[in-house]
């Protein structure tokens, strides 16, 4: 089974902290996606990456920045976090395009205050 | 980037009722995902579609994508408490990303 683990479940940040969440898959998988999940919002793609050392912004991108040195590991980085950025964060992989099935870790809820 | 809507936002059933989510959207999608999750977990695939028209029967859930591939809908029968969850529609538009829909948050009480 493919597994997409991420670092944190839980996360309490001030405003002004840089932040790093961690991602990491274990099937090989090409592409890795950062989403945020807002009630009433669905899923946003924050960035998405298609390879290693690859980024590509999606349609929120502003406040974060992305990480891919290695095929299995995709880190989503706040650079100044702000009450705003208050949400549950989604990574996921997929071994396709898009399209393809998804698989997703559990989320990281994160807090800043 | 194309709206997803889905319809109703939220829903609480008893337990042997039908309902059916909807998905909509102005644009045309080359498919369409529905995913599930559960409180404390990530989405999970239930099913995919891609033919306008085209209906899928997974158990006691059946999925249909428009005929014009710009909305579809889940119906479930028989409701159980394990369909509990928050149900999400994605739209791929052609190979480059997916859109995901506003959710539907479904409590089926027993």
């Known amino acids: 089974d493919v597994k997409v683990t991420q670092s944190s479940r839980y996360l309490v940040k001030r405003t002004g902290e840089k932040v790093f969440l961690e991602c990491v898959q274990d099937?090989?998988?090409?592409?890795m996606f950062w989403y945020r999940q807002d009630p009433g919002l669905g899923l946003r793609l924050i960035y998405f990456s298609y390879d290693v050392k690859m980024k590509e912004k999606g349609d929120i991108p502003e406040g974060y920045s992305v990480s891919r040195e290695k095929k299995e590991r995709f880190s989503l980085i706040l650079e100044s976090a702000s009450t705003n950025q208050t949400s549950m964060y989604l990574c996921?992989?997929?071994?396709?395009?898009?399209?393809?099935?998804?698989?997703f870790g559990p989320g990281t809820r994160l807090t800043v205050l | 980037t194309q709206l997803l809507e889905q319809s109703p936002q939220f829903l609480s059933i008893q337990e042997g009722e039908n309902l059916t989510v909807y998905c909509n959207s102005s644009?045309?999608?080359?498919?369409l995902q529905w995913y599930r999750q559960e409180p404390g977990e990530g989405p999970v695939l239930l099913v995919t579609?891609?033919?306008?028209?085209e209906v899928k029967k997974l158990k006691r859930l059946t999925f249909q994508f428009g005929d014009a591939r710009k909305d579809s809908s889940l119906h479930i029968t028989a409701a159980q408490p394990g369909d509990t969850g928050l149900y999400l529609c994605a739209g791929a538009e052609g190979y480059q990303k997916v859109t995901f829909g506003t959710g539907t948050k479904l409590q089926v009480i027993p």
């Open positions: 579609v891609v033919t306008g028209g």
């Open positions: 996921a992989s997929s071994s396709g395009p898009p399209q393809d099935t998804q698989y």
């Open positions: 644009s045309v999608f080359s498919s």
């Open positions: 099937m090989d998988h090409e592409n």
